[in-house]
């Protein structure tokens, strides 16, 4: 009688094979190197550049009297609502664009005539319109997301594979189950990476945002810090930015993983 072997069976394409260990160690062995560069540089004699440790120490300072916590939870507000309502209206504009040929015509060159001006030049705009309350703040960082979110999710209608429709149509699917069953999801890679770019869009107009008569803010203070040449409090603000705006992202990430579980990734 001959043995038989038996295997495990390959992968399917829609897995990939993870190493979290590794990439944790990278990520640490990145963050350190990055310290250490940082270290480097502020002992190196560069005027004015605060080092780690000094800018932990102001950190702790923030954190102890509650300006740090009630900044970033000022600045985590505007941002998401502005990203949330950006985005909650990109998606349907969007999928409306890359549907319906009439609808494209009619509202794709506002979207791209309004691409082409920063958000940050709406300020003044947006300051005589809506007065100087968090109503102009949370406008120009919502353009922001919105433009950014918009086009990632019309471009994904646009490139939905043609065979898959009509292999749908052959089959004989309505058009709204076509749009439900095979375009949406088929979008949806391309709406998380518009999203990702819309947060990080409203993130960096998140400081000029807060320069229309704000009281507190991330980027209030750092702004208050410049006047009076207050690098650690400065440095404080670009990492909680970039810390928040970390967190978020991978919140994202994570949702990509579970929306898009059938697509092959390396």
């Known amino acids: 009688m001959t ?3 038996v295997t495990d069976p390959p992968p399917s394409p829609g897995r990939r094979l993870r190493r979290p260990g590794r990439t944790l160690v990278l990520n640490v062995v990145a963050v350190l190197a990055g310290l250490g560069a940082w270290t480097a540089l502020s002992m190196s004699g560069i005027t004015g550049l605060s080092g780690p440790v000094e800018v932990a120490a102001r950190g702790v300072e923030l954190v102890a009297d509650g300006t740090l916590t009630n900044d970033m939870l000022a600045s985590l507000r505007r941002v998401f ?4 309502l950006g985005t909650l209206l990109a998606i349907p504009v969007g999928f409306l664009m890359g549907w319906y040929a ?15 001006i920063p958000p940050l030049a709406i300020i003044p705009l947006a300051i005589l319109l809506m007065g100087i ?10 353009l922001a997301a919105f433009l950014s979110s918009v086009v990632s999710t019309f471009q994904g209608v646009l490139d939905v594979d043609k065979t898959l429709i009509n292999a749908a149509r052959v089959l004989g699917a309505s058009d709204r189950t076509i749009f439900l069953k095979v375009v949406v999801p088929a979008s949806t890679p391309f ?4 999203m990702r770019i819309g947060l990080g869009a409203a993130w960096g107009t998140l400081v000029a945002a807060e320069l229309i008569a704000a009281q507190e803010g991330l980027g209030y203070r750092m ?22 705006g970390l967190i978020m992202d991978r919140l994202l990430l994570l949702a990509e993983r579970r929306f898009t579980g059938w697509q092959e990734r390396r």
């Not at 309350?133 to 919502?142: L, W």
């Open 191 to 194: 709406i998380i990476v518009g």
């Open 81 to 84: 609502t502005g990203f949330a």
């Open 223 to 244: 702004q208050q810090a410049q006047l009076y040449y207050d690098l650690p409090t400065i440095f404080v603000g670009l990492i909680s930015i970039g810390v928040l």
């Open 3 to 5: 043995a038989v072997s």
């Open 102 to 116: 009439t609808a494209r015509a009619l509202i794709e060159p506002y979207v791209q005539f309004f691409r082409t």
């Open 133 to 142: 309350g968090e109503t102009p703040k949370v406008f120009v960082i919502f």
